[in-house]
């Protein structure tokens, strides 16, 4: 009978990947899930029009404005006194010199041309104008 104390033997140092595949995984699923919800943007319902192109999935500067008249640019709330600040920093580390406006469908007209005024006096000469795809002429 022969016993043998340690003194042939390597010690295998090989860390077990399994548990750490999973975790990988399931954070990989997680940020699956989260990242189209974080990206949506401001709530506005749009207005449909029949000719209308396709905009990038992920615009860097969106301007969006609500029904009751606040204006986002981007993640970040704006008023009339600092839009043209916020559009300007925004445009600062932009690759792409494009404005997305996104206007609720029931936000009066004024509302709108004052905030293009604004657009204009911030430098931005190209602005596509967001809006819901119409399906058929007699739909709205």
Known sequence: MAISIGGG???????????????????????????????KGVDVRLPTALNTINMPDNPEVVLAIRRDGTIWVNQDQATMDNLQTLLEDAFLTASEKKLYLKADMDLEYGKIVDVIQVVKDAGIEIMGIITEVKTEKGES
């Not at 860390?15 to 990206?39: A, E, R, S």
């Open 9 to 39: 033997e390597k010690v295998k140092s090989e860390p077990n990947v399994v548990p750490l595949c999973d975790v990988l995984l399931v954070l990989l699923i997680i940020f699956m899930v989260v990242t189209p919800l974080v990206q």
